[in-house]
């Protein structure tokens, strides 16, 4: 089993910064990959970005690329995904998962992940 915890949501205004953590524990050995995914009121749950673990690979859907950031901090297990240039439609829930299956859907498909956070809500508004 692994444990997602994840922290750092909020309020921010158009064109700032969040960065949110997420902190995995139990069978970290196990994990293939982690990934970050958003879900807006009444809308399916969406791929933001990717870290495959073994390589570093990273990998961004098209409407976050060049404003959002994977990164991992391995000594610590924790995972982070820092948001630049924040927009009104990044508003949503945002979730961390982990995959130990080795993308069985492909990176961007949430069925390819195991084990999920709680979830964080972020809200981007002036």
């Known amino acids: 089993q692994v444990q997602l915890v994840e922290s750092g949501g909020g309020l921010v205004q158009p064109g700032g910064s969040l960065r949110l953590s997420c902190a995995a524990s139990?069978?970290?050995?196990?994990?293939?990959?982690t990934g970050w995914f958003r879900q807006a009121p009444g809308q399916e749950r969406e791929f933001a970005a990717a870290?495959?673990?073994?390589?570093?690979?990273?990998y961004y859907a098209d409407s976050v690329k060049g404003r959002f950031t994977i990164s991992r901090d391995n000594a610590k297990n924790t995972m982070y995904l820092q948001m630049n240039s924040l927009k009104a439609e990044d508003t949503a829930g945002y979730y961390c998962a982990a995959d130990t299956g080795g993308f069985a859907r492909g990176y961007n498909d949430p069925r390819s992940y195991d084990y999920w956070s709680q979830g964080t809500k972020v809200t981007v508004s002036s």
């Open positions: 870290n495959r673990w073994s390589r570093g690979s990273t």
């Open positions: 139990g069978r970290t050995s196990s994990i293939y990959a």
